[in-house]
């Protein structure tokens, strides 16, 4: 089982920057994965899908970030990025990875099979 470490968490002022990292332990996964993406979930919500890079390259993002957040990968290091811009108070959740290839649908939770840990994201207003 592959696992997935995130970093880059922390506590911003809105309208500030972070950026997330999610290193994985296993090349061989990380390359044969269909889905790799970002997850939240704020205290009392349900998880909810943030953005996604398909095996092929497709990249798609929730409307709630969608030209705020750039997601984005590097092979060589294993690891998946999300740079998070223009900051709000209602972005402020637990931040996941996950990566997976149980569906070609990279929005859907159920395509996913490894997840990371989590990684606190606090935004102030």
């Not at 920057?17 to 296993?26: D, E, I, K, M, P």
């Amino acid at each position: 089982q592959v696992q997935l470490v995130e970093s880059g968490g922390g506590s911003v002022q809105a309208g500030g920057s972070l950026r997330l990292s999610c290193a994985a332990s296993t090349y061989i996964y990380w390359s044969n994965r269909l889905c790799m993406g970002w997850f939240r979930q704020a205290a009392g919500k349900q998880r909810e899908w943030v953005s996604s890079i398909s095996r092929d390259g497709r990249i798609t993002y929730a409307g709630s970030v969608k030209g705020r957040f750039t997601i984005s990968q590097d092979n060589a290091k294993n690891t998946l990025y999300l740079q998070m811009n223009s900051l709000k108070p209602e972005d402020t959740a637990m931040y996941y990875c996950a990566a997976g290839s149980r569906d070609d649908i990279c929005s859907r939770a159920y395509a996913y099979t490894s997840w990371g840990q989590g990684t606190q994201v606090t935004v102030s207003s």
